[in-house]
């Protein structure tokens, strides 16, 4: 197993660089960025017409960096302007740059707030990770017993019910879903039960550990539903067709055979297979959940998150945030794939990743 690490460490090292490097040429040939959007509040607008389609001479932006509303501008602010962002370099300069400061994780400063990335990620990191694992521990703990409950009840009304409900909360989006908990339970229309911003009251810090905590989970209350409730049926229906799969095979006959009780059939025998699929996928489903199912949910509940830092970084074309989230997001998600290697070895210690190639 050693060594299979060892080559998944070193295979981490080629991908990083292979995704930042495609990013990063598609962000050159993008139209708009930072400088531009200086240029255009310098002349008085509030957003870059030409990204958005609009025509004109004002409105025009070309691949080069030159914004057309520059002229007027004085040469020297302008040029300013470009070596502040250093955009002065060639591109290729500015990628090596940014991959050696990424080596020593040293992500770069904001173009556009007055802090480093790794301090932006850092305050909103705890609210991504929030979200994320408490959501990612309730999907999976409704709805194993739940695809089980399903596979042994295979074509009941209890199966036929379930799936009905748990299709229809897949078919809502969570960002409706999340509105309709506000105007429900958050002082919308009905009642004000949750609070609506944050994960923290204000004055919470001088509170006890406990108050706290407490705290913390009834802020979490609303966000964490609506982010679950359609979360169960894609995993629920796995559970399900897992169970379904193994029962059906022939050891689970020669037990039963045997005199097994069903339980001892179902559990001792049946899970062990049947959850291999399942559990190896918590931590891409931890991370599917953490990086892409939560902008709107950070949105409609005023949480600053990483999903929101993203968005707002797209917006302002603010490139050391763009690049640094897409840095950890991918790193991240390269740690987390080997982890999901060794829970398959885990759950089943046949597995062995030393003769794969």
């Known amino acids: 197993m050693g060594a299979y690490l060892l080559r998944r460490l070193a295979l981490m ?24 959007m200086m240029l255009a509040q310098l002349k008085g607008h509030t957003s ?17 960096g030159i914004y057309r509303g520059e002229r007027g501008l004085d040469p020297h602010l302008v040029a ?24 020593t994780f040293d992500l770069g400063k904001s173009f556009f707030r007055d802090k480093s990335v790794v301090q932006l990620i850092e305050e909103r990191l705890p609210v991504s990770i929030s979200l994320g694992l408490w959501s990612t521990l309730i999907i999976y703990a409704v709805s194993i017993p739940l ?7 295979d074509g009941s009304r209890f199966d036929v019910v379930s799936s009905a409900a748990v299709l229809v909360g897949y078919a809502v989006p969570g960002f409706l879903f999340a509105i309709l908990l506000v105007v429900l339970f958050a002082g919308g229309s009905f009642l004000e039960i949750f609070p609506l911003r944050g994960l923290a009251s204000e004055g919470a810090s001088h509170w006890s550990f406990a108050a706290r905590a407490l705290d913390y989970l009834w802020h979490m209350v609303l966000p964490t539903v609506a982010i679950v409730v359609g979360g169960f049926a894609t995993l629920t229906l796995l ?33 062990r297979n049947a959850m291999l699929l399942i559990v190896a996928g918590f931590p891409s489903a ?7 199912s939560q902008l ?4 409609v509940f005023s949480l600053n998150g990483l999903g929101l830092l993203g968005y707002e970084a797209a ?8 690049f640094g989230t897409l840095w950890v997001y991918t790193l991240v998600s390269l740690a987390m794939q080997i982890v999901g290697d060794l829970l398959y070895t885990v759950v089943d210690p046949r597995i062995d990743f030393e003769t794969r190639p």
């Open 13 to 36: 090292i080629p991908t990083l660089f292979g995704i930042i490097a495609i990013n990063f040429a598609i962000v050159q040939l993008a139209p708009g960025g930072p400088v531009e």
């Open 48 to 64: 870059v017409l030409g990204t958005l389609g609009a025509s004109g001479p004002e409105a025009q932006i070309g691949r080069g």
């Open 80 to 103: 300013d302007i470009r070596r502040m962002f250093g955009f002065d370099k060639p591109p290729l300069e500015r990628f090596l740059l940014m991959v050696k400061g990424y080596l």
């Open 147 to 153: 695809g089980i409950a399903k596979a042994v009840r």
């Open 239 to 271: 559970t399900k067709n897992c169970f379904l799969e193994e029962i059906g095979k022939q050891y689970v006959v020669t037990a039963r055979a045997k005199g097994a009780t069903p339980a001892r059939v179902l559990y001792g025998h049946v899970f």
């Open 286 to 292: 931890f991370i599917g959940i953490l990086f892409t």
């Open 296 to 299: 709107l949910i950070e949105i």
């Open 315 to 322: 917006l302002q074309r603010d490139y050391p945030v763009m």
